[in-house]
């Protein structure tokens, strides 16, 4: 093989990296469904009193950051603002649940006691 066609077959695969590489970056699109999912987690949230957690307002500045990334087509940016925003969104609704949860045993050991205080009474 000469060192011409040598240097074609060497040059071939880096270009043709070149041009996947540059490619892809180039046909990227905005992470919309994401985005989708992480405003219906943070509505989620937002139900279940998850208001009152650092991490839901994190979750909103977040996306509405990532947004902004979208508009200004930096699609990179908002892919990874949306994924943080969506683990924001899923953290403040667990400690709602755990919240909940917490209230939600208080009261059942509270009508315990209630009904143990009834049944000591009527035994007497």
């Known amino acids: 093989m000469t060192t011409k066609k040598l240097r074609h077959w060497v040059g071939m695969p ?5 041009f996947i590489l540059f490619g892809g970056c180039a046909s990227k699109q905005p992470p919309t469904e994401k985005m989708a999912t992480t405003e219906a987690f943070i509505l989620n949230a937002q139900t279940k ?5 650092v991490e839901l307002r994190q979750a909103q500045d977040k996306l509405e950051q990532a947004k902004t990334a979208v508009q200004q087509k930096d699609y990179e940016l908002a ?3 949306a994924d943080q925003s969506l683990m924001d969104a899923k953290l403040a609704e667990a400690k709602a649940d755990a919240a ?6 208080v009261e059942m050991q509270k009508s315990i006691e ?11």
């Open 114 to 124: 209630t009904l143990q205080r009834e049944v000591e009474r009527a035994t007497r």
């Open 79 to 81: 892919e990874r603002l």
């Open 49 to 53: 009193d998850a208001r009152d957690y």
């Open 14 to 18: 880096i270009m043709i990296g070149s």
């Open 100 to 105: 909940s949860s917490r209230k939600a045993a």
